[in-house]
């Protein structure tokens, strides 16, 4: 059976050169702190990966700090907050749950700034949140939502928080090797990164710190990463990280004009299926995600469908607990249950092609068939 892949935001195919780096990393034994050549050779290969990985982010190597994923990442930055913590409604799980539970300053909820309708979050409310006695002192705002691809503000929101005596914290998990990528311009004080998100190996990650802004570790015993993360380097999933960064940096122009594809795709649904709402449309979008529904097609079972055809794609946000909770993204947007749980999403990448996307197209419309309380275009 032909398979076709459109879940790049939940995690991306392995990319060859990201492979190829791995197993020669494996290949070889080497402790990066030892002091003999078998050391000498894997610190080489962190210190390579640190310097691939800065230059995705804009920033310098020693700004780069490993972890293990986008979600420790989240979690180490939130340990800044000392007051509070604001976060848009979009932000992910990793960051929303982080500041509820183990911040330094201990269990508090964020408070959350508000979302328009198309996914952006709302600028003059972020800043009422800031004003006020004692108020948060990190804001936490995400470069690109994982559900709908909506790029935010966040140069803007960093300015908004500079000004209130707060720092922001940018997740730019599903950004990075998708968009250009500059921690100066984009203002953070903190920015997070996730290989797997970008064709490297899953369970490696980065938090990228600017200059003077120094963060508690999250792990402590070792003197690893500077002392801002305890315990040895996982030197193969990293060097697996900064062959992905590098690959990723290379096809960035290409990356871009999966937009043209994901257009098209939405030209398509629309053209059969009038009445489907591709949410966050309205927004500027990472080029490779669509997050869209047609009334009366339950996302649920329409993932199902497409997975026996061989189509994987995502529904909700769903990534972590393996069945469909329904998305506080698309909530936050003003949108309706019934119409949540139909959205599904398909994100493109590094490997999909436009067959991938014909294939789809082809699945889904066998289902629409399938389904004749939903309203289709006339012919
Ligand atoms: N942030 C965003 C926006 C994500 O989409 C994800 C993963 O889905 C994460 C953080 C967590 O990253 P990781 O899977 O590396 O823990």
Not at 11 to 31: C, D, F, K, S, Y
Not at 118 to 133: P, T
């Amino acid at each position: 059976m032909r398979a076709s892949y459109l879940d790049y935001n939940a995690t991306a195919p392995l990319r060859p050169e990201a492979r190829h780096a791995v197993i020669a990393a494996l290949a070889q034994p080497g402790n990066a702190s030892s002091v003999h050549g078998f050391g000498r050779a894997a610190r080489q290969a962190v210190e390579a990966a640190r310097e691939s990985v800065a230059a995705l982010a804009g920033a310098r190597p020693e700004q780069v700090v490993f972890t293990g994923g986008g979600t420790e990442a989240n979690n180490m930055a939130l340990r800044a907050a000392r007051r509070g913590v604001v976060a848009s409604a979009g932000e992910h799980d990793s960051v929303l749950g982080a500041c509820a539970s183990g911040s330094a300053i201990g269990a508090c909820a964020p408070v959350i700034a508000p979302v328009d309708s198309s996914g952006v979050v709302d600028l003059e409310q972020l800043a009422r949140l800031l004003d006020g006695e004692a108020p948060p002192d990190v804001v936490a705002v995400m470069l690109a939502n994982n559900e709908t691809g909506v790029i935010q503000p966040v140069a803007e929101a960093a300015r908004i928080a500079h000004g209130r005596g707060a720092v922001l914290h940018c997740d730019a998990v599903q950004a990075a090797g998708k968009i250009p990528l500059d921690l100066t311009a984009l203002g953070a004080d903190s920015m997070s990164l996730s290989a797997h998100k970008l064709g490297g190996p899953q369970g490696t990650g980065a938090l990228i710190l600017r200059a003077g802004h120094e963060i508690e570790p999250l792990l402590r015993g070792g003197g690893q990463e500077r002392n801002r993360r305890a315990g040895t380097e996982n030197v193969a999933a990293i060097a697996g990280f900064g062959a992905a960064a590098r690959a990723a940096s290379r096809d960035l122009d290409t990356f871009m004009e999966l937009a043209a594809q994901r257009d098209d795709l939405e030209r398509q649904v629309l053209a059969l299926a009038p009445e489907a709402r591709v949410h966050g449309a309205a927004a500027p979008r990472l080029p490779n995600t669509s997050c869209f529904g047609v009334p009366g097609l339950a996302a649920e079972t329409l993932v199902m469908a497409l997975d026996l055809s061989g189509v994987a794609v995502g529904a909700g946000s769903a990534c972590s607990s393996g069945k469909a909770a329904s998305s506080h993204v698309l909530r936050a947007m003003g949108i309706g249950e019934a119409r949540v749980a139909e959205a599904i999403r398909i994100s493109l990448g590094w490997a999909s092609g436009e067959e991938d996307i014909a294939y789809f197209m082809a699945a889904w419309q066998t289902c629409l068939n399938r389904n004749p309380s939903v309203k289709r275009a006339a012919v």
